[in-house]
């Protein structure tokens, strides 16, 4: 069975940095696309990125580029998010989710097509 468990959320100020990880179990990181996605109180789930089956990476949101960052650990079945000079805006919850993918290039920004996912690890900004 395909779990997520993400970890790494916490409270930080305004410019700080954190890591969330999202340990994958029951399938191989090979096999999967992953994406990471947050949601804010009162706001719409939205994408922040994807990597690939293939562990081809993307970021979405012009917001984000040059400030988050997304990797995976083969070994350690992790994906990660970096998440630097963070804001007031990057509160939210932030969930990772999979979908089996034998095309090792595909990612998508619709959490419908995601089957699977973790908990979600909260995030907070504020200074």
């Known amino acids: 069975q395909l779990q997520l468990v993400e970890s790494g959320g916490g409270l930080v100020q305004p410019g700080e940095s954190l890591r969330l990880s999202c340990i994958v179990s029951?399938?191989?990181?090979?096999?999967?696309?992953i994406a990471w996605f947050r949601q804010a109180p009162g706001k719409r789930r939205e994408i922040v990125s994807c990597i690939s089956s293939g562990g081809g990476p993307t970021i979405y949101l012009d917001s984000m580029k040059g400030r988050f960052s997304s990797s995976r650990d083969g070994a350690k079945s992790t994906i990660y998010l970096e998440m630097n000079n963070l804001s007031l805006e990057d509160t939210a919850v932030y969930y990772c989710?999979?979908?089996?993918?034998?095309?090792?290039?595909?990612?998508?920004?619709?959490?419908?097509?995601?089957?699977?996912w973790g908990q979600g690890t909260q995030v907070t900004v504020s200074s």
């Open positions: 029951g399938s191989t990181l090979s096999l999967l696309t």
């Open positions: 989710a999979a979908r089996p993918s034998r095309n090792r290039n595909w990612c998508t920004n619709s959490a419908t097509l995601f089957g699977t």
